[in-house]
């Protein structure tokens, strides 16, 4: 009897030492995956209990994949009645191991996506960096810009005031070229007259522009000055003194004194006023403006000539 007995003391029942080995199994896969050097103890019928109860403190510091795996052997055995199956075991094994794969492929794909994050906060970094340098280049040429801006916003004001000077001036010039006209003579005056119509009537609201205007009063001035500095001879119809009208040569000298001399021999002299060439009789000069007249045809030999002239 006392062998039988010491045979049962020492053998634990397969039950309970199957039961220890699947808890071994699961408080060693944590130590594992911690690097942790700890070994269940030996398992027999009366540490049974306690090794399940040493598991457990470390499946909590564990990963969350080991604490999935050891929480799901804790309620296996408790469900079966503390005796779990091989089945069972390798359930738990496939949960963990597809645990661990789950938070491998997490962490990779978290990496991945924190490179590309990190990629794209540089690219974008680097274009606010560009855009920065833009905004000063704008920045700096819109400065030019306004201080351009504003030196032809004065000079446009210089323009403005040259040209209303300028339209003040040729208006003042087309008035006093208009009572010109009133002492040329009449050759003169036909031969510039469509130059004359091309002054406006308003000069304040005219689509003649200012240049065209002063193109204008400087081509009259210019033939009157032409005809100013020489002598030139005319056939006119005058007035005799006794009524009758005859074609006479007519000696202008410049715009300040003329001689007519009808064919019959009547001679006058004529001066420009404000209303015109008045023209008076000088039969007394009428020799003296035949010889003029021929010196300039001419027909005689230049010589000296004595004419009445009055200078006003």
């Known amino acids: 009897m006392e062998n039988t007995q010491t045979t049962r003391t020492s053998a634990p029942p397969p039950r309970a030492t199957f039961r220890g080995c699947v808890l071994a199994v699961a408080a060693a896969l944590p130590c594992v995956a911690l690097g942790a050097n700890q070994r269940p103890a030996q398992a027999d019928g009366a540490s049974s209990a306690p090794a399940a109860t040493n598991a457990a403190p470390a499946a909590a510091q564990s990963q969350t994949g080991t604490a999935a795996a050891t929480t799901a052997a804790a309620t296996t055995d408790e469900t079966s009645g503390g005796k779990p199956t091989l089945d069972e075991t390798r359930l738990t094994m496939t949960k963990w191991i597809e645990t661990q794969q789950i938070i491998a492929r997490e962490r990779g794909e978290w990496q991945q996506s924190k490179d590309v994050l990190k990629g794209r906060v540089e690219l974008v970094a680097k274009e606010v960096t560009t855009l920065d340098e833009r905004i000063v280049q704008a920045q700096a040429s819109l400065a030019e810009t306004d201080r351009k801006r504003e030196e032809l916003a004065k000079e446009r004001d210089q323009l403005k005031a040259s040209t209303e000077r300028l339209v003040k001036t040729v208006t003042a010039m087309e008035a006093e070229v208009r009572n010109l006209s009133k002492v ?18 308003d000069p304040a609201n005219t689509r003649v522009s200012v240049a065209e205007r ?19 001879i005319n056939f006119e119809v005058r007035t005799m003194p006794d009524g009758s009208s005859a074609e006479c040569q007519v000696l202008y000298v410049g715009l300040g004194q003329a001689y007519y001399l009808s064919p019959r021999g009547d001679a006058g002299i004529g001066r420009p006023t404000a209303d015109g060439w008045k023209w008076e009789s000088a039969p007394a000069s009428a020799d003296g403006i035949l010889k003029a007249l021929e010196i300039l045809q001419g027909k005689h030999t230049p010589a000296f000539v004595p004419l009445p002239v009055k200078i006003q």
């Open 184 to 201: 040329m003579p009449d050759p003169v005056r036909t031969k510039l007259q469509p130059l004359f119509n091309r002054i406006p009537e």
């Open 214 to 232: 002063f193109q204008n009063v400087l081509g009259i001035l210019n033939e009157v000055n032409k005809v100013n500095s020489e002598m030139s």
